[in-house]
């Protein structure tokens, strides 16, 4: 009888790991956005808090009812790279860079490349950027890339690079050895990775060889652009248009305007720039989202960053569903294949071997 009885016991529970392991995952609830921190915080907070209800809605349209989405802003590059690693986000609005450094093959997926109109402005000669005119883009042409440009402003070492270059000379490694450089995190493209590869094209030495203590760490371009206008930066780096994010700011007396005379097209010059860049992603994770929720995923972006429907409630540069990518700059997506971004992982290993 005992016997009996341990046979039906351990049938139950072999009937039961059974049932356990061919079971259904639980349905997934909640939907994590993170965020880099590229912009000036206030501009990002506000930008992407429209977005929960805007992407549960649209989701919804498509198969997947979320009961919540959460947006997150990282607070660093690398951070929101490691938790798209984990796990912990499903999506990340990320750089190239960070893509590179961070994916593996199976952790996460780049989902959506950027698209941004071109700039009026896109020569590889610094000399041509400065004439002192605001630098427009045309919506109408999109491209999937953008450049990094060195800015220098109005310290005496500035003024000093932007003479040479003018001038039609060229800046010497000897040159930078006593300019304050403002650089972004380590993974990001037009902040750290793309400058780097040019100074080891041009002088054989990356952005680490500088002597540490001219290397300025910033968070975000608005701290980049705060930097030059208050000279504690000779010289940084930043994606070709940030300056015309920053344009108001520059000349502004209000709380956190930069109080600058004359306009930032007038005040600072561009002295490096570099190769093309792939735009940057939207990325997701492969241990939460699967290939069906992915392509849910990259359908609404691309209807929410074309959808001109007003906002319920609009705020400063945020008035139709649309513009709450303006914080990234991004004007359109498109379907994106992980080997876009293999040139990112070859220019990753140069300025960050492992």
Not at 243 to 248: F, G, L, V
Request: with cysteine; aromatic share 10%.
């Amino acid at each position: 009888m005992i016997k009996k009885i341990a046979l039906l016991v351990l049938t139950f529970v072999f009937v039961l790991g059974l049932a356990s392991c061919t079971a259904e995952p639980a349905e997934k609830t909640n939907l994590s956005v993170f965020f880099v921190p590229s912009r000036d915080n206030a501009t990002l907070v506000q930008g992407i808090s429209f977005l929960p209800a805007l992407l549960k809605a649209e989701l919804a349209e498509l198969g997947y009812d979320f009961e919540t989405v959460s947006v997150y802003v990282g607070t660093t590059y690398e951070a929101v790279g490691e938790a798209l690693d984990a796990g912990t986000a499903d999506i990340g609005f990320i750089p190239g860079g960070t893509y590179a450094v961070y994916s593996d093959g199976e952790n996460m997926d780049v989902a959506l490349t950027a698209t941004r109109g071109g700039l009026s402005k896109d020569s590889a000669v610094a000399k041509d950027w400065n004439d002192g005119l605001a630098t427009t883009s045309d919506t109408a042409n999109q491209v999937n890339f953008y450049r990094s440009i060195g800015i220098v402003g109005q310290t005496t070492k500035g003024r000093e690079l932007a003479a040479i270059i003018n001038g039609g000379g060229n800046i010497t490694w000897d040159d930078l050895q006593d300019a304050k450089i403002g650089v972004q995190s380590v993974t990001s493209s037009s902040g750290r990775v793309y400058p780097s590869l040019l100074f080891k094209a041009l002088y054989g030495f990356t952005l680490s060889d500088i002597p540490t203590a001219n290397l300025i760490a910033l968070s975000g371009y608005g701290a980049a652009a705060s930097a030059l206008a208050s000279g504690s930066v000779d010289l940084a780096f930043g994606y070709a248009d940030f300056r015309r994010d920053y344009a108001t700011l520059w000349t502004s007396d209000a709380e956190g305007g930069y109080n600058q005379d004359n306009t930032i097209w007038e005040d600072t010059d561009v002295v490096f720039v570099t190769d093309k860049i792939y735009n940057d992603t939207i990325t997701v994770s492969k241990k939460t989202v699967d290939d069906d929720l992915q392509a849910a995923i990259e359908q609404a972006f691309i209807n929410l960053v074309s959808d001109a429907t007003a906002l319920a409630k609009p705020a400063g540069m945020f008035a139709m569903v649309k513009d709450i990518f303006k914080v990234y700059s991004h004007e359109g997506y498109v379907v994106a294949d992980d080997s876009d971004y293999d040139l990112e992982r070859e220019a990753a290993a140069i300025v960050n071997p492992s």
